[in-house]
């Protein structure tokens, strides 16, 4: 499902692989590089979610593909996210608790 590209479609599907947990971490990885688009960055999210510290090699090494960068409407303007690049801190940060 997180392939598909429809956003409802693949956020749903992240937030139930995230209920699943650390088991849906290693399928979620193996997947990582036929992702693109939404359902690339609703599978970070996924992983940004479970926290398992197991996806952060694979979540650094997306920090430079275009996919991951999400426009984000703020109060300042549009800003550039690099979802990849925050579920490694957010990861890091719940490590830390």
């Given at each position: 499902?997180?392939?598909?590209?429809?956003y409802?479609?693949?956020?749903?599907?992240?937030?139930?692989?995230?209920?699943?947990?650390?088991?849906?971490?290693?399928?979620?990885?193996?997947?990582?590089?036929?992702?693109?688009?939404?359902?690339?960055?609703?599978a970070?999210?996924?992983?940004?979610?479970?926290?398992?510290?197991?996806?952060?090699?694979?979540?650094?090494?997306?920090?430079?593909?275009?996919?991951?960068?999400?426009?984000?409407?703020?109060?300042?303007?549009?800003?550039?996210?690099?979802?990849?690049?925050?579920?490694?801190?957010?990861?890091?940060?719940?490590?830390?608790?």
């Amino acid at each position: 499902m997180l392939q598909e590209g429809y956003y409802e479609t693949t956020l749903e599907a992240a937030k139930a692989l995230a209920s699943i947990g650390e088991p849906a971490v290693l399928p979620l990885l193996g997947a990582l590089h036929t992702m693109r688009g939404v359902g690339l960055r609703d599978a970070i999210l996924a992983l940004e979610w479970i926290g398992d510290p197991q996806a952060l090699p694979a979540l650094e090494a997306l920090r430079v593909v275009k996919d991951v960068i999400e426009q984000v409407g703020t109060s300042e303007g549009v800003i550039q996210v690099n979802m990849a690049a925050q579920a490694c801190e957010r990861i890091r940060q719940k490590l830390q608790k």
